[in-house]
């Protein structure tokens, strides 16, 4: 004997719940909506991802340079009595007119 007209009544019934899922889901990616956030979602990630790697590669180099800066005690006091000097000409040449 075959199913009984119950159980194909619910087999029925499931498969219809399923197909409205389903089409639901599909209406929902395809919306203009859905398609834009989704594309921005990935040009966020990307730009986020090439800046992590741009920081990671220009860090080192940053550490380098102040560290070789920190290490010429000599070269800091000069540049500080240089720049000490040119606002002190400044101001005196102002001050003047």
């Known amino acids: 004997m075959g199913p009984r007209p119950e ?8 498969a219809r719940e399923q197909l409205r899922r389903d089409v639901d889901e599909l209406v929902a990616r395809v919306t203009p909506r859905a398609v834009a956030q989704r594309s921005a979602q990935r040009v966020t990630q990307r730009a986020q991802e090439a800046s992590a790697q741009a920081a990671a590669k220009v860090a080192p180099m940053l550490r380098n340079g102040r560290d070789q800066l920190l290490s010429r005690p000599a070269l800091v006091g000069l540049g500080a009595g240089l720049t000490v000097l040119t606002l002190a000409v400044l101001w005196r040449v102002r001050s003047r007119h």
């Open 7 to 14: 159980e194909l009544e619910r087999n029925i019934a499931f």
